[in-house]
């Protein structure tokens, strides 16, 4: 298969899962954001990196939304939001930082492959991308994508295009948010 092929074929799987989770999932995610005073996002390994990804857009959009784990990350009670991905449908942090944020009064979105499993059974909030992780990628049918990573690029595409609705809903403008964007580079 050529890289063309491969790149038409990763592609399409994304596109794939979009178009199973638009726009419900679109829709399920964009009240509690919005509704949110504090923001907290994790997750792990590749799944951590888009959500820093996504962290970074909403603060662009003028968010107080923060990385769990980084120092200036402030606690989190009544009114604010964790957003945890679980792609597999648990991990052992994502489940000890929920039963925190529980503890303290905040609400929980889990965004995750598998709606039954045990982190997004706790959740407030569960965005459901239907792709396939690392967790479920040796037997059956198979992405062209490498261990599991359908899963994290259909969670950026997908966290970009909740950013454009939460920017379009708010009314902010492009360069508002351009403005926040660091000049330490």
Same mark, same amino acid.
């Given at each position: 298969?050529?890289?063309?092929?491969?790149?038409?074929?990763?592609?399409?799987?994304?596109?794939?899962?979009?178009?199973?989770?638009?726009?419900?999932?679109?829709?399920?995610?964009?009240?509690?954001?919005?509704?949110?005073?504090?923001?907290?996002?994790?997750?792990?390994?590749?799944?951590?990196?888009?959500?820093?990804?996504?962290?970074?857009?909403?603060?662009?959009?003028?968010?107080? @939304?923060?990385?769990?784990?980084?120092?200036?990350?402030?606690?989190?009670?009544?009114?604010?939001?964790?957003?945890?991905?679980?792609?597999?449908?648990?991990? @052992? =942090?994502?489940?000890?930082?929920?039963?925190?944020?529980?503890?303290?009064?905040?609400?929980?979105?889990?965004?995750?492959?598998?709606?039954?499993?045990?982190?997004?059974?706790?959740?407030?909030?569960?965005?459901?991308?239907?792709?396939? =992780?690392?967790?479920?990628?040796?037997?059956?049918?198979?992405?062209?994508?490498?261990?599991?990573?359908?899963?994290?690029?259909?969670?950026?595409?997908?966290?970009?295009?909740?950013?454009?609705?939460?920017?379009?809903?708010?009314?902010?403008?492009?360069?508002?948010?351009?403005?926040?964007? =660091?000049?330490?580079?």
């Amino acid at each position: 298969m050529t890289p063309r092929d491969q790149a038409t074929k990763a592609l399409a799987e994304v596109g794939a899962v979009l178009d199973a989770a638009l726009p419900d999932q679109l829709d399920a995610a964009l009240p509690p954001l919005q509704a949110a005073e504090r923001i907290a996002l994790y997750g792990v390994g590749r799944e951590g990196l888009m959500m820093k990804a996504l962290a970074m857009r909403l603060y662009h959009l003028g968010l107080d @939304a923060h990385v769990v784990g980084d120092m200036t990350t402030p606690p989190l009670g009544a009114g604010d939001l964790l957003v945890v991905s679980a792609g597999p449908g648990t991990f @052992a =942090t994502v489940i000890a930082l929920m039963e925190t944020t529980r503890a303290a009064g905040a609400s929980t979105m889990c965004i995750t492959a598998e709606p039954g499993g045990a982190a997004p059974k706790m959740a407030d909030h569960i965005i459901h991308l239907p792709a396939q =992780t690392m967790a479920n990628d040796q037997n059956g049918a198979m992405s062209i994508l490498p261990m599991g990573s359908l899963y994290e690029a259909a969670q950026f595409m997908f966290f970009e295009l909740l950013i454009l609705a939460l920017r379009d809903r708010a009314g902010i403008d492009p360069d508002a948010m351009r403005h926040r964007h =660091t000049n330490l580079e």
